[in-house]
């Protein structure tokens, strides 16, 4: 990289920020990258990698029922999945029922 004199000192730290935050983003992509494609994807959830693990496991608010949904079912497009109240997403219904999830009846 080329500096001309006349850049002052505030203006070339400004620069090197940018240069290093630049870097940083191309190391984590890069390094995500190389996990994928090594198989270091098998550490991670299913559900997060694998698009046909489409299943809504969904939790009632006023029962606290496990129900889950599957596509083509009435309310399979409303259904919002929220990990943070232990809601997920299954890869089979076997997988659901195994975890104690009934299919939903509409």
């Known amino acids: 990289m080329y500096f001309k004199s006349t850049i ?3 203006e070339l730290t400004a620069v090197h920020a940018v240069a290093m935050s630049n870097f940083t983003l191309v190391t984590l992509l890069i390094s995500g990258a190389v996990f994928m494609a090594t ?6 959830p299913r559900q997060t990698y694998d698009q046909s693990c489409d299943i809504k496991g969904n939790i009632s ?3 606290g029922a496990k129900i889950y949904h599957v596509r083509g079912q009435e ?23 195994a ?8």
């Open 39 to 44: 198989g270091g994807y098998t550490l991670l």
């Open 8 to 10: 002052n000192r505030n």
């Open 75 to 97: 309310n399979y497009a409303d259904t919002i999945i929220r990990t943070e109240y232990g809601e997920r997403w299954f890869c089979s219904e076997t997988e659901a029922r």
């Open 61 to 63: 608010i006023n029962s």
């Open 99 to 106: 975890a104690g999830w009934r299919k939903a009846g509409r």
